[in-house]
């Protein structure tokens, strides 16, 4: 998902930050704010559920 979020939004993205982290964590935040947690969900995200969040920011 990385590399598809740097590949379709390359000319938008001033900084993008991978933290390593344990306990089956996996969070996406955007300025601050959590657009989606895994363990919340018990599930990985899906590209369409974090694009969109992106397109509104830029």
Request: no cysteine; proline share 6%.
């Given at each position: 998902m990385a590399e598809q979020l740097l590949k379709d939004f390359k000319q938008d993205?001033?900084?993008f930050?991978?933290?390593p982290s344990s306990g089956g964590r996996f969070e996406?935040?955007?300025d601050g704010d959590l657009i989606y947690s895994k363990?919340?969900?018990e599930r990985f995200?899906?590209?369409n559920e974090v694009e969109p969040h992106?397109?509104?920011k830029v």
């Open positions: 993205i001033e900084a930050t991978l933290i996406v935040t955007l363990l919340q969900e995200p899906e590209y992106l397109k509104k």
